[in-house]
């Protein structure tokens, strides 16, 4: 006699298998999204090569340019940035201001052109694209005459 094979239907399909590939494809298309979210606020920062563009520009049209290479965490750059916030604003109808963040990408090549290597670095363009660069901390006074000589010519 023939035996019969017994085939069994397995009724045991685990429940929770598709819930973790649901959540898993959740969680990884939600991390696709905000990956692409933080680029995209990165490339519209702002930056993207402008301070470079500005400053070649304000250069070639005569107009004179204080160009303040800082970061936003060293101790002496945060002072400067202060006595720039306190004093620029009495020259902004008469003198351009191109602010460099010396750690933005965006920034490379201009900080390799204008060869900077320490921070705070302040360089004055006059009217003849003409420039003088300081290094360090100014004191309000020194900066506000150096802002003055650029309006002077």
Do not use: W
Not at 113 to 129: C, L, M, R, W
């Amino acid at each position: 006699m023939p035996r019969k094979h017994l085939i069994r239907k397995s009724k045991s399909s685990n429940p929770k298998i598709p819930l973790i590939i649901v959540l898993t494809s959740f969680f990884v298309v939600i991390g696709i999204i905000l990956l692409t979210k933080g680029q995209s606020s990165q490339d519209t920062s702002g930056s993207n090569g402008q301070a470079e563009v500005m400053l070649n520009q304000l250069i070639a049209s005569g107009k004179p340019t204080f160009v303040f290479y800082h970061s936003t965490d060293c101790y002496t750059c945060k002072v400067m940035m202060a006595t720039v916030a306190e004093i620029y604003p009495e020259y902004k109808d008469y003198i351009a201001l191109v602010d460099v963040n010396v750690y933005d990408p965006a920034n490379q090549n201009l900080l390799q052109e204008a060869q900077i290597h320490s921070i705070p670095t302040q360089v004055f363009y006059n009217k003849d694209g003409e420039s003088t660069v300081i290094i360090g901390v100014m004191e309000p006074n020194v900066l506000r005459l150096r802002l003055e000589g650029l309006i002077d010519g």
